[in-house]
């Protein structure tokens, strides 16, 4: 069997610069989410999580969710969505797949 070597993934493997896929996810939480931490804990999941994007709380009582990273960390953070914080009380999540934003660089809280 011959081996096919392709030498820009192959040096870019080496020198581990590949970059991973980025997913991203707009998303809205319904329920009992402001007033009880809501925000913080996702800024803390979303940055232990290596995300970059934002949280805020909507006038409708909602909150509003840009979370952007590697798919195991989008895919966990909405788990973390789908319940908060121990006060919270969620009682439905929307999330829209959408293209990544490359102004983003950190996760924080927005007003």
């Known amino acids: ?22 997913e991203a996810i707009h998303a809205e939480v319904r329920g009992r989410v402001q007033g ?22 909507l006038p409708d009582g909602s909150v509003e ?4 990273g590697t798919p195991n960390a989008v895919q966990r953070l909405q788990v973390f969505l789908a319940h ?7 009682e439905s999540v929307s999330v829209e797949h959408v293209g990544p934003d490359p102004t983003l660089m950190t996760f924080g809280v927005t007003f």
């Open 1 to 22: 069997m011959t081996e096919v070597r392709v030498p820009d993934f192959d040096a870019a493997m080496m020198n581990n610069t590949v970059e991973p896929p980025i």
């Open 84 to 90: 908060g914080p121990r006060a919270a009380v969620v």
């Open 65 to 68: 969710v840009w979370a952007q």
């Open 36 to 57: 009880v931490g809501f925000r913080y804990t996702t800024e803390r999941t979303a940055r232990q999580l290596g995300l970059a994007g934002w949280v805020r709380n």
